[in-house]
């Protein structure tokens, strides 16, 4: 027993925090980036840079993220593509993958009276660019306000409020009125 606990008095705090967030960063990178090797890449660039800044941090999970963002950023300007397109492509990837189920739903019962098609992408085209980032970053990452607040430089109530928005303006989108018939119709039919 006294051997284990010298071990973890002895473990470097950086490879425990590498252990905790290196799957939640790789998959952040992996969204936003669809070449497998550039991903690796930038998800390297950011540890590599995080790690030279580890002493001087505070709050290294809310910069880890920074990092990540601003590398992937760089990413989309050496192709020519803006960083507010980067949560508009996240959505737009959901979108799709909502389709295809919405897509399924709808060949189950032709008589239903259920929507045909729930307009996703248009409910999300409502929302600004800050309310689409934010909801992304929360809702696709899973990110906290204070990681979300840090990485765009806003403050947690802008980032609860944006949130907040951005959730009523899709629970009361006419694009989505149809959701929860269609999403109950087609989980009684998949029982």
Do not use: C
């Amino acid at each position: 027993m006294a051997d284990g606990s010298a071990q973890a008095k002895d473990a470097d705090p950086r490879e425990a925090f590498y252990e905790q967030h290196h799957r939640r960063v790789a998959a952040f990178i992996q969204r936003r980036i669809a070449d497998p090797g550039i991903a690796e890449q930038v998800e390297q660039q950011t540890w590599a840079h995080l790690m030279r800044q580890w002493d001087t941090l505070r709050l290294p999970e809310v910069v880890l993220m920074r990092i990540a963002w601003r590398r992937i950023v760089d990413i989309y300007e050496s192709n020519g593509r803006t960083a507010l397109t980067l949560g508009d492509e996240i959505l737009e990837a959901a979108v799709e993958r909502q389709q295809l189920r919405t897509k399924s739903a709808d060949t189950v019962d032709p008589g239903s009276t259920v929507p045909s098609r729930v307009d996703l992408q248009r409910a999300i085209t409502a929302l600004t660019s800050r309310q689409r980032q934010v909801l992304t970053l929360i809702g696709v990452d899973r990110l906290t306000r204070r990681q979300v607040a840090g990485l765009l430089n806003i403050g947690e109530e802008t980032v609860k409020t944006l949130y907040g928005q951005a959730r009523t303006a899709m629970r009361t989108s006419p694009a989505l009125a149809g959701y929860d018939q269609q999403r109950a119709t087609t989980q009684e039919v998949t029982r």
